[in-house]
């Protein structure tokens, strides 16, 4: 299910961070998660349980965010379009 608003800047710049972070700490190429339609997990999974807690992690410290069980129940959450919209939600971006 992709998002469909406009990204502003700095929502572009979180997707930017967002796909140099697979490609840099868990080795996913961009073109494979656009290839994927940028599902990170699921039925079309680039990682594993362990590199998705690793990366929200990540993403929790980076962006000074918490995501809620509710983030974690939500489908989107586990695509970029999902995470660039619950990060610049929760920093009014």
Known sequence: MALCVKENSA?????????????TRFGVLPDKVQANG??????????NPCGMVYL???LEDRYEVRFSETNFDDPPFY????LVHIIAQKRNL
């Open 38 to 47: 940028g599902h990170l997990w699921g039925t079309r999974d680039l990682l």
């Open 56 to 58: 929200v992690h990540i």
């Open 79 to 82: 695509t970029i379009d999902g």
């Open 11 to 23: 929502q572009t710049k979180i997707r930017q961070d967002i796909l140099n972070l697979l490609n």
